[in-house]
């Protein structure tokens, strides 16, 4: 287990807010000589993009500090996976900022599988452009979330590292000063779900009364928390305050989100008696509807599973795409409905059949069962389709061993992304074959940091 895991506190301010800091124990020294590169890199060849770690190698240590090791294991457990994409963001002096944005929103869930990390190599007061994000927003999909509560700058020393949801709304703010403010964005990914805490955790009960944050999303906020305990994990009790199941149902399908979110949360209170409604809910035309009713069966758990996997078969491609991806939150709970995503594999929609190879990432990671029809996935002429096997198989590791030999073949895919997921899942692999095709593609595929065109060999 890593050192310098989160303590309770921190990780009930990242369940509420969205984001937690921490600042390494490297030297200011280090700091400034990662600015100092950074600009020259900026100065002579231009953005270094997803490049940016093999131009500036050093970087890699901010990664290895036991306080960003210890934040990345209690967010998102110790297996976590520095993904391909990761790039600097320069906020030049005089700018005027962003516009708020999310860089998720795309995805209908709250779980914590998902991450950008930030890291600043120089002081970073307000006047210098920091990042601005709103606490809590990372719970909404509308731009409702954008205004959800005051907006926060992300200021410190050189050396801070912020750890954000994917889906946090966050802009540069303008940089009034005549410094350059550099901010390089990493994305991780969470490979296993949990089972158990994986930060410095004292007391299993969320606390409503005590707990920060809004007190009307407190149920959300408990089942994320119960969420990340895993099998430790308590049982929410949510407060209707005397609403009927039907004036909670209204109140999903309604068109405030805040309002429908609080609803969706308090749902599972019914138990058995809101499946079936949860489930018309799937039906709806308004995706506002369709995603509280997720929410909403993915807070019930298991008792969800059976359900979602009839509305795999013989629904509308729509609804069935909903119950492929409302079954992948799921994660280790909807096991049973492994064969339903398999056989779901074969649909005539490639929506569908998207949504169903992710969740079988999340839903088989305890075996081989989905593996041979998954690398039969890697073949297809769709983006997606291959980006989601790959990712998907990289997720279920080492009971992937019959897919080196597929995965081998994406190592030179024309999207940087699938070659780059095809990477790590063979490593996840780890068998000798996999290890063995590893260094024969790095091999011949090595980046050399000081080769430019000023100095070519």
Known sequence: MAENLLTDAQMQEFIVNGFVTVKTDLPATFHEDVFQRTAAVFDKEGNPGNNLLPRIPEIQRVFDDTNVKGALTSLLGPDYYMQPHRHPHYNPPGSKGQGMHQDGGKRWSHRTRRLLVFYYPQDTPVERGPTGVVPTSHYFST??????????PITGKAGTVAFANYDLWHRAMPNQTEERRYMMKFLYARMVEPQE??????????????????REHQDMFEHLWNWHLGSKGIEPSPSTNGESLSDL????????????????Y??????EEAIRPLVRCLYEESDMSRRNACYALNAMGSLAVDALRNALKDAPEGVRANAAEALGDLGTKAEPAVPDLVETLEDESANVRARAIEALGTTSQSGSLAVPELIKTLESSNDGIRRNSVFALCRIGEHATDAVEGLEKLLFDDNRYIRGNAVHALYRIGTPEAKEVLVRYLHSTRWCPITNRDSTF
Not at 249 to 264: P, W, Y
Request: aromatic content about 6%; overall charge negative; charged content about 20%.
């Open 143 to 152: 731009n409702e979330g954008s205004q959800i509560s005051p907006e926060q």
């Open 197 to 214: 805490p994986t930060w410095d955790n004292k007391v299993t009960d969320w606390g409503n009364d005590t707990a920060p944050g809004p």
């Open 266 to 271: 308090q749902v599972p209170k019914f138990g």
């Open 249 to 264: 149902i209204n109140a999903m399908n309604g068109e405030v989100e805040s309002v429908g979110l609080q609803a969706a």
